[in-house]
Structures are given as structure tokens and as C-alpha cells.
């Protein structure tokens, strides 16, 4: 059997931004309207308190030096994104932590709302104080507006804190938190709906303990969580997607030191993790999406001054052993982000959904990360406004007041066969990194090469299907590896 790595990134970073920050939370999107997705990256951690950046992509590449600067400077953990206001504009909302030179005081949570092309610098909405570091974006209720989820709590300071659940009030959010959970210690979560009833459910990670599900019970998340994890947890970032293709939307969690991945069965996710190890000593950051264009998600995960590593996913299992792996002394991966930056790969598809129950108003697709929402139909008929999404994680929510019982939603949107990586990186010695995907349409790894006429070609499992000539060879949609002359070169059909 041809044993072949077909992870399509290159050896060494594509390109890094400016250093000299404690750079800590990352999403990507197109923020200023132009076609191309920037960097959004949240900077202090608990080091300094520092402002926050965007890097503007205007070509395929982010610019290496920040394009807009925030007014506000703060000890900053995660960020995310979301539309509070329904103007079909990215808002930016930020996590405030705490910093160990200044007491380990606490921070606030900031929303800065995106005018005609940028946000403000300045926060139009900030929450009370306390000390978060990570954040969610969900449409709890139904509104069709973006409402956040703040994971609290600092275990060096000993002041665990409540995971915060703030609404948008149609125009920002609201000042005092709609749901709260008990005093934990938790770095970060993710809404997710894990039982396919068409809402949103959250789970949280846990530093120190067993992690949880509340499920979302008419249009509030339940006051106990419902499933608790078997196993102690040293949890920091969390990434949901359907890892097997069940249609079922599956958990994988940084933890110290190995990554814990909960599958979901009908519904119910799995009480004892499958665990991978061999990942470094401090694992902070992982990510789903499907790097090498297979039709299933492969797995990122990163750590403090640790390897980079890729694990594939054949048929729905993650490798225990990565197929790729970038190591610097100075990475201190924060957040891993998977995204087209460069476009080179975009594909147009689209989904159909029966609304089946009343309480229905999150639809799951199946490809994540998404590219954008492109149009959704309601029975026909394009829906203008009263919808929200997260190209993250693959969801949609409705408005519930324009949906009924049996509805036909039809929703176009755009994803990526080409996924670029980009990871934040806390060292202030070296900027945050990217690594371009080097697979575009119909193109492959050696875009020069000029096949001959006899090759051998195998499948993604290394088999080998076919001899013969190249123009004779008819394949199905899908990933094939072309061997001649010793060498083997990658080609998406």
C-alpha cells in the first residue's frame, strides 16, 4: 500500500504578522465587505493590558501590520463575532480577562459595533466586570439577533466565576445577563444544537472538573446541565463538528496536556472521551475542518511553546498519530482558525430543510467552516433580514416569527475546499502565523509538473485504483494521488 501525508500545507509559515503582542483570541471573517476574510485578533491575555487589532486582507493575504487599532486596552482573551443589530454587519465582541502584574484585576467584556465597513474603536456596549476569557456566539432565543456566552473564572487567581449569557436587544446587548451557571472555573465553550431539535445548546469546558451540557429548553438554557463528562478536565478551547458524517454534531476539547474528543450518539454525547495524546504538556487550541479535502473534518491542535500538529480523519476516525506537524520555540498557540484567506478554492452548494417542529430555528449544514450565507429562502422566497449564522461552526438560526410548521428553508451558501490555518500566538517575540492551503481548483501540489501519458493512481486510502493513461482515467468527485516517475503529486477532481 502507498503510504502518502496529503495534508496541503506548506513546511514553513506562509506569513506572520508583526510581533510585539501578547496576541490570545482569533476569528476570521470578512469584516470590512470586500471579499477577502481578516484578521481579528484580542491581544494582553494576563500579561499587559493592550489594545485590539484587525489585520485587513485586501489581496489573499492579511497585511502584517494592524489596520485598526481599539481605543480601549485591556487584559483581552477570546473574541467572536455576530450581528446584534441585524445591519448585516460583523460586530465585534471580546472577552475581558485579568492580569497577574496589575492583581489579577478584573476586566469587562466589550461589543464594538461595525459601521459601513469597520467597527468603532471605541466599545459601544460593555458588560459589568469580572474575569472571562473566552466567547460564543448563539441565537438563544430566536430572534434572529446574535447573543454572546462568557466563560468566567481564573484558577490562578482562585475566583471561579459564573458562565454569562447576554441577549441582544436589537440594538446592542443587554446590560444584565439573561442566564447564569454557578461559580466554575471555565476558559472556554461552544453552542452547538447536539440533539438536532433545531435550537442551541451549550457546552462548557471545565479547568478543573467534569465538562457540561445545558441544553437549550424553551428559548433558555436549563438551570443543571443535563450530561457531565466522566473525567476530571484541564479544559481551555473547545471545536464542534461532525466528525463520522452521522449528522451529529460531535466535541473535541484542548486539554492540558492531550485533547479529549466526546462523539455524539443520536443526541446523547459520549460520558468518557476518546483521548489523544503525544500533543505537548500545555494543549490550549484545536480545530475541525476538512484541511485535506476528503469529506471529513481533520483536527488542529496547538499548545503552549508545543508542536503544531494536524491529525487526519480517514472514514471518520481522527488518527491518533498528526500527518503533519510546525514547530517554533516561540509559538504559544492561543486560538487555531481554519479559513479560505485567499479564495482559491470557494464552492457554491446549498441545503434544503422542512421546519418539523415549532420550536425550530437552527438549521446545522453540512460543511464547517463555512464561507458565507449566500441567500436563504423561505418557500420560495429570499429572506432579507431577521437571520444570523456562524461561519465557524456551520449554523444558521432563523427569526422564529418568520417560520411555520412544514416550511420549506432553503439556505445557499458558500465553503471552502482550500482551508487556510492561521493560529494566535501569545509570545511577544514573534507575530501570530499562517499557513496557506496549496491545493486550489483543479490544481495540484506541483502546479508545473506535466504528467506523462502512463501514471498509477490511488485513492485517499492509498490504494491503488488505476494504470493506464491520465486521459482515459474517469474519476468520481473527490482526492486521488498520481504516482510517476516516483514521484506523487495531489489532484482534486
Known amino acids: 500500500m502507498l503510504l502518502?501525508?496529503?495534508?496541503?500545507?506548506?513546511?514553513?509559515?506562509?506569513?506572520?504578522?508583526?510581533?510585539?503582542?501578547?496576541?490570545?483570541?482569533?476569528?476570521?471573517?470578512?469584516?470590512?465587505?470586500?471579499?477577502?476574510?481578516?484578521?481579528?485578533?484580542?491581544?494582553?491575555?494576563?500579561?499587559?493590558?493592550?489594545?485590539?487589532?484587525?489585520?485587513?486582507?485586501f489581496s489573499g493575504i492579511p497585511s502584517s501590520t494592524p489596520s485598526w487599532v481599539s481605543s480601549d486596552e485591556q487584559f483581552s482573551g477570546h473574541n467572536t463575532v455576530g450581528d446584534v443589530n441585524g445591519d448585516d454587519r460583523w460586530d465585534m465582541v471580546v472577552a475581558g480577562f485579568s492580569g497577574y502584574s496589575a492583581g489579577w484585576n478584573k476586566q469587562v467584556n466589550v461589543l464594538y459595533l461595525n459601521g459601513f465597513s469597520l467597527p468603532d474603536t471605541s466599545p459601544?456596549?460593555?458588560?459589568?466586570?469580572?474575569?472571562?476569557?473566552?466567547?460564543?456566539?448563539?441565537?438563544?432565543?430566536?430572534?434572529?439577533?446574535?447573543?454572546?456566552?462568557?466563560?468566567?473564572?481564573?484558577?490562578?487567581?482562585?475566583?471561579?466565576?459564573?458562565?454569562?449569557?447576554?441577549?441582544?436587544?436589537?440594538?446592542?446587548?443587554?446590560?444584565?445577563?439573561?442566564?447564569?451557571?454557578?461559580?466554575?472555573?471555565?476558559?472556554?465553550?461552544?453552542?452547538?444544537?447536539?440533539?438536532?431539535?433545531?435550537?442551541?445548546?451549550?457546552?462548557?469546558g471545565i479547568y478543573g472538573g467534569r465538562a457540561r451540557l445545558y441544553l437549550n429548553i424553551g428559548d433558555t438554557l436549563e438551570r443543571n446541565p443535563s450530561w457531565t463528562s466522566s473525567v476530571i478536565g484541564y479544559a481551555n478551547q473547545v471545536a464542534v463538528g461532525d466528525i463520522n458524517n452521522d449528522g451529529y454534531i460531535d466535541v473535541?476539547?484542548?486539554?492540558?496536556?492531550?485533547?479529549h474528543i466526546y462523539m455524539n450518539n443520536s443526541g446523547t454525547l459520549s460520558a468518557t472521551p476518546t483521548v489523544i495524546t503525544g500533543v505537548g504538556s500545555y494543549t490550549s487550541a484545536v480545530a475541525l475542518g476538512d484541511i485535506n479535502g476528503d469529506g471529513y473534518l481533520d483536527l488542529a491542535v496547538g499548545g503552549w511553546w508545543d508542536t503544531l500538529f494536524i491529525f487526519e480523519n480517514t472514514g471518520g476516525n481522527i488518527s491518533s498519530a498528526p500527518s503533519w506537524s510546525w514547530?517554533?520555540?516561540?509559538?504559544?498557540?492561543?486560538?487555531?482558525?481554519?479559513?479560505?484567506?485567499?479564495?482559491?478554492?470557494?464552492?457554491?452548494?446549498?441545503?434544503?430543510?422542512?421546519?418539523?417542529?415549532?420550536?425550530?430555528?437552527?438549521?446545522?449544514?453540512?460543511?464547517?467552516?463555512?464561507?458565507g450565507v449566500d441567500t436563504i429562502y423561505i418557500n420560495g422566497t429570499p429572506l432579507l433580514s431577521g437571520f444570523v449564522y456562524s461561519e465557524e461552526d456551520g449554523w444558521v438560526s432563523i427569526s422564529r416569527s418568520y417560520l411555520s410548521l412544514y416550511d420549506t428553508v432553503k439556505i445557499a451558501y458558500k465553503y471552502s475546499k482550500s482551508l487556510d490555518m492561521v493560529v494566535s500566538n501569545w509570545e511577544p517575540s514573534e507575530g501570530n502565523y499562517g499557513f496557506l492551503n496549496q491545493v486550489s481548483a483543479g490544481v495540484s501540489f506541483m502546479k508545473s509538473e506535466v504528467l506523462p501519458d502512463m501514471v498509477k493512481i490511488y485513492d485517499v486510502s492509498g490504494r491503488l485504483i488505476y494504470i493506464g493513461k491520465l486521459e482515459d482515467f474517469k474519476p468520481s468527485r473527490g482526492v486521488y494521488f498520481i504516482k510517476f516517475k516516483g514521484k506523487v503529486i495531489r489532484k482534486v477532481f
Open 124 to 204: 459601544y456596549w460593555s458588560s459589568d466586570s469580572g474575569r472571562c476569557f473566552g466567547v460564543s456566539s448563539a441565537d438563544i432565543n430566536g430572534d434572529g439577533f446574535s447573543d454572546f456566552a462568557f466563560f468566567c473564572g481564573n484558577d490562578y487567581s482562585s475566583d471561579p466565576e459564573p458562565v454569562k449569557l447576554y441577549l441582544s436587544n436589537g440594538s446592542g446587548l443587554d446590560t444584565v445577563p439573561y442566564w447564569l451557571s454557578d461559580s466554575i472555573y471555565s476558559l472556554g465553550g461552544k453552542f452547538l444544537d447536539v440533539d438536532n431539535d433545531g435550537d442551541l445548546d451549550l457546552f462548557v
Open 4 to 57: 502518502i501525508s496529503i495534508v496541503p500545507y506548506p513546511s514553513t509559515p506562509s506569513f506572520q504578522t508583526v510581533a510585539g503582542y501578547y496576541s490570545t483570541g482569533l476569528y476570521i471573517c470578512d469584516i470590512d465587505g470586500n471579499g477577502y476574510k481578516d484578521l481579528i485578533i484580542s491581544n494582553g491575555n494576563d500579561m499587559r493590558a493592550e489594545p485590539n487589532h484587525i489585520y485587513l486582507n
Open 252 to 259: 473535541v476539547v484542548a486539554n492540558m496536556g492531550d485533547v
Open 327 to 371: 514547530y517554533s520555540g516561540g509559538l504559544v498557540s492561543e486560538y487555531i482558525f481554519l479559513a479560505d484567506i485567499n479564495n482559491d478554492y470557494l464552492i457554491d452548494t446549498s441545503e434544503t430543510f422542512i421546519v418539523s417542529s415549532s420550536n425550530q430555528h437552527v438549521f446545522t449544514l453540512r460543511h464547517k467552516p463555512i464561507h
